[in-house]
């Protein structure tokens, strides 16, 4: 269990200290080590957390790692005390690099902030942000999300039609996520997804 509880907070500590972008560019990340490297859930498992991260009030990096450290111990076949420590390391862990490069650079960054240098380094970040939260949506097209034409032809179908839909209700017509979120499970639970 030891060695569980290490892997878990030194994975969450490097994608808390690497995680440029926030939590959405976290979740490819996150999904590499959980689901990729470590197994300690299935590609369904982490499409259900990272659904209940972004209903859930709170940065959906932290929720995930929330619910992955919770995941991963009862996964292995600890009790659901033990999930709960876990959540609490990973939660610790994703939020410990941030608070000690705030700690760290804060003082820096007041004195610097317009030295050209600077001002070079956050104008290439930001492409490489914007990046990795493409890999993020993408991460998340899965058949786990969609379904597929030839497993189930009409989940597939309205599953497409729901995504334009909140696409569209959000960049055309400015509606917020809360109502998009609440629209799309109405809908699910009318046409019995």
């Known amino acids: 269990m030891i060695t569980l509880l290490l892997q878990l907070f030194w994975t969450f500590f490097l994608i808390?200290?690497?995680?440029?972008?926030?939590?959405?560019?976290?979740?490819?990340?996150?999904?590499?080590?959980v689901v990729g490297h470590y197994h300690w859930m299935t590609m369904g498992q982490f499409t259900d957390i990272v659904a209940i991260s972004q209903s859930?009030?709170?940065?959906?990096?932290?929720?995930?790692?929330?619910?992955?450290?919770?995941t991963a111990l009862v996964n292995a076949g600890y009790s659901s005390a033990w999930g709960?420590?876990?959540?609490?390391l990973a939660t610790f862990a994703v939020v410990l690099p941030s608070f000690i490069l705030m700690l760290l650079i804060s003082k820096f960054l007041i004195k610097y902030r317009n030295h050209p240098s600077v001002e070079n380094v956050f104008s290439t970040l930001r492409p490489a942000v914007v990046g990795?939260?493409?890999?993020?949506?993408?991460?998340?097209?899965?058949?786990?999300?969609?379904?597929?034409m030839s497993e189930n032809p009409w989940r597939f179908c309205l599953s497409i039609f729901l995504f334009v839909f909140a696409l569209i209700a959000?960049?055309?017509?400015?509606?917020?996520?809360?109502?998009?979120?609440?629209?799309?499970?109405?809908a699910g639970i009318v046409l019995g997804l």
């Open 56 to 70: 859930t009030p709170g940065p959906i990096g932290i929720n995930s790692a929330t619910y992955v450290g919770y």
């Open 132 to 148: 990795l939260l493409a890999a993020a949506a993408l991460l998340l097209m899965n058949s786990e999300n969609f379904s597929s």
């Open 170 to 186: 959000q960049k055309v017509y400015r509606l917020g996520p809360i109502l998009i979120i609440l629209l799309c499970g109405v």
């Open 16 to 33: 808390g200290l690497f995680g440029f972008g926030g939590g959405y560019a976290m979740i490819s990340m996150i999904q590499g080590e």
């Open 84 to 88: 709960v420590f876990g959540s609490f």
